[in-house]
């Protein structure tokens, strides 16, 4: 990276958790006049920059395929049809965002000048696999990012263990819910990708100790279902927005956003989760109170 190259930086970084609510704040964003959001939600440079060391599966990626797998991922946003959206009406701007986004080379300057369309407004990055970097990445991107904030979405970990489950075992694999077993839910709750995406802890005390306590937002789930505007105007003001839930389009606030599937799990994987997750839900109502409280109270139910 050369100095001077970079022309602009994102203000802030989403980074989950998975199935935590972060594509319907990438919605809510994109309707703010404060803000302008990158066209693709989940932009994953660091974690592929800085991939998992460890791997449950048997054969997992070379750091080449993966970049092979996110050069097709990228080029098929360009298919026809979202050429001619494109075009009609002109989007000049858009058109260049998404041919360098396909094509250009992945290092920190191309990364950092995707946000260039922003101007002055606020912009970032909502990747929730960025929960998963480990001390060495977190600390590459707070020396290229020294000013950026952290917003950190958590669910009840049953809950997200499980529509996670539910998400990769079905939905993914193209099977019907009665398909799976409970071994093999399990077997998902037990992984490595599971699990790094579920310490919430680990992953607060982590970006905390790196990039400080001030530039780490936690925000719940449940605030989303029964206090969405409440909770965008806490994150506008963290960001430095001068105004919040009351200038979005009405509604926006309620939308449901690429919501799951509403498939319940069995009392033994309920258990099983319940298990794996009491000491984190534990310490998270000792840090958090209300939210996680009530996720604490809910585990008596689910190990009966």
């Not at 959001?37 to 395929?65: N, Q, V, W």
């Not at 002055?120 to 000013?147: C, F, K, M, Q």
């Not at 029964?226 to 919040?244: K, Q, V, W, Y």
């Amino acid at each position: 990276m050369k100095p001077g190259k970079i022309i602009r930086r994102p203000d802030f970084l989403v980074i989950g958790a998975q199935k935590a609510g972060t594509s319907w704040l990438h919605s809510v964003f994109s309707a703010h006049p404060e803000f302008w959001m990158p066209p693709a939600k989940e932009l994953h440079y660091f974690d592929h920059k800085f991939p998992p060391k460890a791997s449950d599966d048997k054969h997992p990626p070379g750091m080449e395929e993966q970049r092979r797998r996110m050069r097709a991922k990228r080029v098929r946003r360009l298919d026809a049809a979202k050429i001619w959206s494109l075009l009609v009406p002109p989007s000049a701007t858009r058109i260049v965002w998404e041919f360098e986004y396909a094509f250009g080379k992945r290092t920190d300057e191309w990364y950092c000048n995707l946000f260039k369309p922003a101007g002055n407004r606020l912009t970032g990055d909502i990747t929730p696999a960025y929960s998963r970097l480990d001390d060495g990445a977190v600390e590459y991107i707070h020396a290229l990012l020294p000013d950026v904030r952290i917003i950190f979405l958590v669910r009840n970990p049953v809950e997200r263990a499980w529509s996670h489950a539910v998400m990769d075992l079905v939905k993914h694999q193209g099977r019907r819910f009665e398909e799976v077993t409970d071994s093999q839910f399990i077997a998902h709750f037990e992984s490595r990708a599971s699990r790094l995406r579920t310490g919430y802890i680990e992953i607060i005390d982590r970006w905390q100790r790196v990039c400080g306590k001030e530039s780490l937002f936690v925000g719940f789930f449940d605030q989303i279902v029964e206090e969405p505007a409440d909770l965008i105007n806490e994150i506008c003001r963290f960001l430095g927005a001068t105004g919040g839930a009351e200038i979005l389009p009405a509604g926006i606030c309620q939308q449901r956003v690429n919501p799951g599937r509403g498939r319940q799990p069995t009392k033994e994987c309920a258990a099983h989760l319940a298990g794996m997750y009491r000491t984190e839900i534990e310490e998270l109502s000792r840090r958090f109170g209300r939210y996680s409280q009530l996720w604490l109270e809910s585990l008596g139910k689910q190990e009966l």
